[in-house]
């Protein structure tokens, strides 16, 4: 169950990257399970990735080959995660690399592998390797929304994000997508995401400027306090547009590029919030007033992952103790209560260390039943502002992920 509009927006192609996608029977037959995204010679790209230990076999490839040659095709299976394997689990991601390297006559440095889906399970690479000539046979650039629903595992729709801007008299164009519905706690990413531009962008401004919006967007948002093992989101540029190369973060042309790339990135984020395993409810946790940024997120997400809090949202209970408790616990040193005020969006719910005079039932309850609202903690302490999004957990979460495997 999903919140809000299942629509998909119009994708716009990216000059010089083309995608195909086909059915290799990873898990289930009949169905796309396998990308393939060709990037232009010339073009650059970046990725930020799990910080999981047991980060699976792929991520630690994609790292290897980022660092050893120019990125010309990214492989994404779905339905297998190719992770705690050991070298067999290499060698499987390995043994897909040079498929698409021998029929596409590249390097295995340049094919970077992407897998998502179940633990702990061989991934067939003989049926990824066999798939491989048909999907360099049907590449096209108008096929990202195929590619977004051949990467889906439990996501029940397509994510996506399309714009084309203007920047110093240039047309540029950020197109993406993602996938995302449970093991979701930013420590990177939290998913896949896969997002190109045909803009010119130096190497190492391409990496600062996707780290900076990841950790706005990807890594604010938490279904289940669970970070995956398989999690990456990357970013190509192809070069295929007029405007002049950026290298300069601090230019005008970089600071629009990355209002552009911050709001693809905040989108695709909210979108797999929006797709959260058994959601039913959007949950934007706002803190404000905290010394610093560790202090924001620290009350944030003691909130947004708290169990008792986020079945009071999908039971419609302003049960407001639950979120008090929660910033409570958060570990703040020296916490002063009676400076702290909590609002369920316009309804103030708590002010000087307990219950809001204004306060009444009827209103919290009121806020709790849309389908999306925000969790506003003011803690009057400093000046620093963070937020994040979650959702709430109901029973169909606890179905999804207890059935996951059968």
Same mark, same amino acid.
């Given at each position: 169950?999903?919140?809000?509009? %299942? +629509? ?79 070298? +067999? ?114 190497? +190492? ?22 970070? +995956? ?45 929006? %797709? ?131």
């Amino acid at each position: 169950m999903a919140i809000g509009l %299942d +629509s998909f927006p119009q994708m716009f192609p990216i000059k010089g990257v083309r995608l195909a996608t086909a059915c290799a029977g990873v898990k289930y037959k009949n169905h796309p399970d396998l990308t393939l995204i060709e990037v232009p010679i010339g073009a650059t790209c970046t990725g930020v990735f799990t910080k999981n230990a047991f980060c699976a076999a792929p991520v630690t490839i994609c790292k290897q080959h980022l660092r050893g040659a120019d990125t010309r095709y990214l492989l994404i299976n779905s339905g297998n995660a190719n992770a705690g394997l050991g070298q +067999s689990g290499i060698d499987a991601a390995i043994q897909c690399c040079d498929a698409v390297a021998a029929h596409s006559g590249t390097q295995r440095a340049q094919v970077l592998p992407f897998s998502t889906g179940v633990i702990g399970e061989q991934l067939p690479a003989g049926k990824v390797v066999s798939t491989v000539p048909e999907l360099l046979g049907n590449l096209s650039d108008s096929a990202w929304e195929y590619a977004a629903r051949a990467i889906m595992t439990t996501d029940t729709r397509p994510k996506g994000f399309s714009e084309n801007i203007v920047i110093d008299g240039c047309p540029v164009t950020v197109t993406g997508i993602s996938k995302g519905a449970g093991m979701i706690k930013p420590d990177m990413a939290t998913m896949l995401a896969f997002i190109a531009t045909d803009a010119k962008i130096e190497s +190492s401004t391409l990496n600062s400027m996707l780290l900076k919006a990841a950790n706005k967007s990807f890594n604010r948002i938490t279904i289940d306090g669970d970070t +995956s093992t398989n999690d990456a989101c990357m970013l190509i540029a192809s070069g295929q547009t007029n405007l002049s190369l950026i290298s300069d973060v601090n230019s005008s042309n970089a600071k629009q590029f990355q209002n552009l790339l911050d709001r693809a990135c905040e989108h695709l984020a909210v979108e797999i919030i929006r %797709d959260g395993e058994g959601a039913t409810k959007l949950v934007e946790v706002v803190v404000e007033g905290a010394q610093d940024q560790s202090e924001a997120l620290g009350v944030g997400y003691t909130v947004a992952e708290s169990p008792l809090v986020k079945t009071a949202i999908f039971a419609s209970d302003p049960n407001w103790g639950r979120i008090l408790a929660a910033v409570g616990r958060s570990g703040i040193s020296n916490l002063d209560i009676n400076g702290i005020s909590i609002y369920l969006d316009q309804v103030c719910i708590v002010e000087n260390g307990g219950r809001a005079e204004s306060y009444r039932e009827e209103l919290g309850a009121a806020v709790m039943a849309k389908e999306a609202f925000t969790i506003l903690i003011r803690l009057g302490r400093g000046e620093h502002i963070e937020k994040l999004w979650t959702t709430d957990l109901s029973y169909d979460y606890v179905r999804i992920n207890a059935e996951y495997r059968t």
